[in-house]
């Protein structure tokens, strides 16, 4: 088993720890710590977070980067990405897609990613020098090259103005597919791209953990992913498809 290997071992088991307890705690009465403009924040996320972090540092020493609670000492080469619960949104209302992502980064690039789908018991994995996975079967980008028959999941950056140029760029962009899907979860959306349920996914000023996992996997299943406009605050720019579309 290569280091990869074990690492993965370490990520898959701590997003199926924390996912069971999100789904264990879903019909429950939910403590909301924060509802202001479009920022929401559950106290189920910092408990899904400690028990991620907590099940990762008692078997590798890597810093982690994590959406609550931010890093937990200087980043290295080699840093684990944490999100306990994207699509929290979804999650408080009762629409099932929401998941537990986590990855790892070797610098700028995601070498490891999984993402639990605790709604449906689904696994995803990968790492850079395997395949893709889902509950250990391999799956793949679709094999779909015309924008015109294919699907773009997506998300509008929550930004308070957009100029009437940008909402122009944005709705000329959005004809030239056949379908557009907004879901709620990046991090989801990602794993469409990979099991070839949609052929692409972008969307900017999206946070490093929101992503991060997903790239690994779409990378995995024969994809192509770009991560750019890295800011200080963690928020980049994601553009990942089958790697089959049209320029």
Same mark, same amino acid.
């Not at 199926?16 to 710590?33: F, P, R, S």
């Not at 924040?41 to 540092?57: F, G, M, P, S, V």
């Not at 789908?117 to 980008?141: G, T």
């Not at 946070?207 to 963690?234: C, H, K, M, R, T």
């Given at each position: &088993?290569?280091?990869?290997?074990?690492?993965?071992? @370490?990520?898959?088991?701590?997003?199926?720890?924390?996912?069971?307890?999100?789904?264990?705690?879903?019909?429950?009465?939910?403590?909301?710590?924060?509802?202001?403009?479009?920022?929401?924040?559950?106290?189920?996320?910092?408990?899904?977070?400690?028990?991620?972090?907590?099940?990762?540092?008692?078997?590798?020493? =890597?810093?982690?980067?994590?959406?609550?609670?931010?890093?937990?000492?200087?980043?290295?080469?080699? =840093? +684990? *990405?944490?999100?306990?619960?994207?699509?929290?949104?979804? =999650?408080?209302?009762?629409?099932?897609?929401?998941?537990?992502? !986590?990855?790892? &980064?070797?610098?700028?690039?995601?070498?490891?990613?999984? @993402?639990?789908?605790?709604?449906?018991?689904?696994?995803?994995?990968?790492?850079?020098?395997?395949?893709?996975?889902?509950?250990?079967?391999? !799956?793949?980008?679709?094999?779909?090259?015309?924008?015109?028959?294919?699907?773009?999941?997506?998300?509008?950056?929550?930004?308070?103005?957009?100029?009437?140029?940008? =909402?122009?760029? &944005?709705?000329?962009?959005?004809?030239? +597919?056949?379908?557009?899907?907004?879901?709620?979860?990046?991090?989801?959306?990602?794993?469409?791209?990979?099991?070839?349920?949609?052929?692409?996914?972008?969307?900017?000023? !999206?946070?490093? +953990?929101?992503?991060?996992?997903?790239?690994? @996997? *779409?990378?995995?299943?024969?994809?192509?992913?770009?991560?750019?406009?890295?800011?200080?605050?963690?928020? *980049?720019?994601?553009?990942?498809?089958?790697?089959?579309?049209?320029?």
């Amino acid at each position: &088993m290569s280091d990869l290997d074990s690492l993965l071992e @370490i990520a898959k088991s701590a997003a199926l720890i924390a996912g069971d307890y999100l789904k264990e705690q879903q019909t429950k009465n939910l403590k909301i710590l924060s509802n202001k403009a479009r920022d929401l924040k559950l106290q189920i996320d910092i408990d899904a977070e400690e028990i991620i972090k907590e099940h990762i540092t008692q078997k590798n020493s =890597f810093p982690i980067l994590a959406e609550e609670s931010g890093t937990n000492g200087e980043l290295d080469e080699f =840093f +684990w *990405v944490v999100d306990p619960l994207d699509g929290t949104s979804n =999650f408080l209302r009762n629409i099932p897609i929401s998941c537990v992502s !986590i990855a790892l &980064m070797q610098g700028l690039t995601p070498v490891l990613g999984v @993402i639990f789908d605790f709604n449906n018991s689904d696994l995803y994995c990968a790492h850079k020098q395997s395949k893709a996975y889902v509950n250990d079967m391999e !799956i793949s980008v679709s094999s779909l090259n015309l924008k015109k028959e294919s699907t773009l999941v997506t998300g509008i950056p929550a930004k308070d103005n957009y100029s009437d140029d940008e =909402f122009k760029n &944005m709705i000329s962009d959005f004809q030239s +597919w056949k379908k557009i899907r907004m879901i709620g979860s990046a991090a989801m959306a990602s794993v469409y791209v990979a099991s070839g349920k949609a052929e692409a996914y972008k969307e900017n000023g !999206i946070f490093l +953990w929101d992503i991060a996992a997903g790239a690994a @996997i *779409v990378e995995g299943a024969g994809g192509y992913i770009s991560i750019s406009n890295y800011q200080p605050d963690f928020r *980049v720019d994601a553009n990942f498809t089958n790697n089959k579309l049209e320029k």
